[in-house]
């Protein structure tokens, strides 16, 4: 049976790009599922399976409905147990909660505000709307205020990438030897502002870099089949 995900997009229904989404649709070819994105723009997200959530992902599987990526990931290893785990265990679930702390705390603030007026651009007329109003509210302050403020932080950004840099020394993925839900949660962020944004956040010859090259072609490149913005 395939899996219904439902997948944040913007004027252009083939390109989406939430890092939430990603997640998941890296974990669900990383079981080995059959899944369909579902195209939903911002302003469709509330009516999503009758109002079942306030954002994405949603997943439908048969009967069943799951809202956020974690949880939809932990549905995901312990509904199909005879594909390849996404935690490898109880004490990489605990771990991978922290990726996901440390992701949303330290890397999405300034990715996602240097991007904000990219994410605008793509969106169509009604949802570029709701976004500004939305986003200008939770900021307080202009989306090209918010930008501007950008200016300059890109290296600070880089330089907290350091535990992940340090880290790939030793290993290929924060997984092992292997990608685990702990890459993806990562990645997605990664992948997020590759498919909305032309701006260069990572060298080319950072082992940051390098690492979310081998997750681009992780599952058979899932994440390419969508190109990074020009």
């Known amino acids: 049976m395939t899996i219904l995900l439902y997948d944040l997009v913007g004027a252009d229904a083939s390109r989406p790009f939430s890092p939430h989404c990603w997640k998941v649709a890296q974990a669900v070819a990383h079981k080995g599922l059959e899944v369909e994105s579902v195209p939903t723009p911002f302003t469709k997200v509330k009516s ?7 954002t994405v992902p949603v997943i439908r599987d ?9 949880d939809i990931a932990v549905y995901l290893d312990e509904t199909y147990p005879d594909g390849p785990s996404l935690f490898g265990g109880q004490g990489g679930r605990a771990s991978a909660r922290f990726i996901e ?12 505000a240097r991007v904000l ?26 989306l090209e205020d918010v930008v501007a403020g950008t200016e ?3 290296a600070a950004w880089r330089a907290s990438l350091e535990p992940l ?7 290929p993925f924060i997984g092992g030897e292997q990608p685990l839900f702990h890459d993806y949660i990562v990645a ?37 089949r969508v190109a990074a913005a020009a």
């Open 188 to 224: 997605g962020a990664f992948q997020w502002v590759r498919i909305v944004s032309p701006v260069q956040f990572l060298d080319p010859a950072d082992a940051v870099a390098g690492w979310f090259e081998r997750c681009l072609d992780a599952n058979g490149g899932v994440m390419r």
């Open 62 to 70: 048969g009967e069943k409905l799951v809202a956020d990526s974690f």
């Open 152 to 154: 300059g932080g890109l």
């Open 101 to 112: 702390r440390w992701t949303q705390m330290t890397l999405h603030p300034f990715m996602g």
């Open 48 to 54: 999503v399976e009758s109002g079942f959530a306030n």
């Open 117 to 142: 007026l990219d994410i605008y651009d793509r969106l169509a007329p009604v949802d570029q709307v709701h976004f500004r109003t939305t986003r200008e509210s939770r900021f307080g302050k202009t």
């Open 165 to 171: 840099r340090s880290m790939l020394a030793y290993q």
